[in-house]
């Protein structure tokens, strides 16, 4: 029987949350609801 193995981008969601104790869905939350638009303005503010 095949595993189900998350790969890609998502691979890296339990760390992410691991290490800054926020699920991903709440990040997905803060910058759509951000009023910046362009990628660098996001991840430095």
Do not use: D, Q
């Not at 890609?8 to 803060?30: M, Q, T």
Request: glycine share 8%; no cysteine; aromatic share 8%.
């Amino acid at each position: 029987m095949a595993e189900n193995v998350v790969k890609g981008p998502a691979s890296y969601f339990p760390s992410i949350e691991k290490k800054y104790g926020r699920p991903v869905g709440e990040w997905l939350e803060i910058v759509r609801s951000s009023p910046l638009t362009k990628h660098m303005e996001l991840v430095s503010g």
